[in-house]
């Protein structure tokens, strides 16, 4: 399944197909489904109860749209969460059709030797799909249509290789929680969170949730460095819990007792790097009074980028830390509610 989630296409605004794919997968198992004229999913699992628990994860992943086509037939894009670092020379899909390109520059043998000493500039870069005129490239791509990298998944082992990781591990996640656990909560899969945690936002107003978690994909620390930097968090080590970051203090009872939970059921858990990137929980706590919030997430190698790598493990552990936690997350809501 993951598998299949990862090869789907779904950049920020084009969500569709992740959307289907995933009402397919828990529709026996879910008591209500709301489609918002946003594009978020909110699936409701057993009847409502005090606390009103909401689980979030984005469906969209990175990628560009495309913005212009030259009378030659190659296409000027816009990139979706993406720096121009991990661009150069990638094969693409663009569209429903998925119409394979390359993103071009100028070679090397063509260029000056001060140009050769720095990444070029955006606006250099073009996609070539094998059109020779504007004409041609119409009949296969138009203006607003998204696209990304031509990844396919494999595994081996332990090790998963793929793209759009950031967020299908979470949508995988979810979907495991809804028809292996059946735990009572409301679970939103997200739209447009590459673009400004903007689902986000629209699903924490719909279910107005008394407490919730993101759940997302984070950017492992580990690579070559001379200088005495963190590398955690690291693939393979488990689950990972956020602090703060760039959109959220988290709340600081439901981290203990994700951090409790974990250890008094002996599964591998580590913290992110305060400080560091953002998820839906961004909006969400902002939500009508406040909401409670969390973060859990798995984190990968090269999030961002054409291919990320992952632990098969640490996405079993975060979701059996889920199945655990959420019974006692409900349970010291509600007696706070009480008391």
């Known amino acids: 399944m993951l598998k299949e989630l990862s090869d789907l296409l779904g950049v920020s605004s084009q969500e569709d197909d992740i959307r289907q794919y995933i009402k397919e997968k828990i529709r026996p198992c879910v008591q209500e489904t709301i489609e918002d004229t946003y594009g978020n999913l909110i699936c409701r699992v057993g009847e409502p109860a005090s606390p009103r628990i909401m689980l979030a994860a984005h469906m969209d992943e990175v990628g560009f749209m495309i913005t212009h086509i030259d009378k030659n037939g190659l296409l000027r894009f816009k990139p979706i969460g993406l720096g121009v670092q ?40 073009f996609i070539d799909i094998g059109a020779s005129s504007r004409e041609e490239g119409e009949k296969s791509v138009t203006i607003g249509d998204c696209g990304t990298f031509d990844t396919a998944y494999r595994s081996d082992g332990d090790i998963l290789f ?92 439901l981290v203990s007792i994700l951090e409790e939970t974990a250890r008094s059921n002996s599964i591998p858990y580590q913290f992110k790097k305060p400080g560091i990137g953002g998820t839906d929980a961004g909006q969400i706590h902002l939500a009508k009074g406040g909401v409670p919030t969390a973060v859990i997430s798995v984190c990968a190698r090269y999030i961002h980028s054409p291919m990320a790598i992952a632990s098969a493990r640490d996405i079993q552990d975060g979701i059996r830390l889920l199945a655990l936690a959420l019974p006692a997350i409900g349970a010291y809501f509600r007696s706070a509610e009480k008391g």
Not at 91 to 120: S, Y
Request: proline share 6%; net charge positive.
């Open 162 to 253: 793929g793209k759009a990781f950031d967020n299908r591990i979470g949508c995988y996640m979810l979907i495991e929680l809804i028809r292996q656990h059946n735990l009572s909560a409301y679970y939103a899969f997200t739209v447009q969170e590459e673009m400004g945690l903007r689902g986000a936002r629209i699903a924490g107003y719909r279910v107005s949730p008394d407490v919730a978690l993101a759940v997302d994909t984070t950017g492992s620390a580990e690579w070559p460095s001379d200088k005495d930097l963190s590398t955690s968090p690291r693939i393979g080590l488990g689950p990972v819990l956020t602090v703060t970051d760039q959109s959220i203090i988290c709340d600081r009872k």
């Open 86 to 125: 991990t661009l150069l020379a990638k094969p693409v899909i663009i569209g429903r059709q998925r119409v394979p390109g390359v993103i071009g520059c100028k070679p090397i043998h063509l260029a000056q030797e001060e140009e050769l000493k720095k990444l070029p500039e955006l606006k250099t870069l």
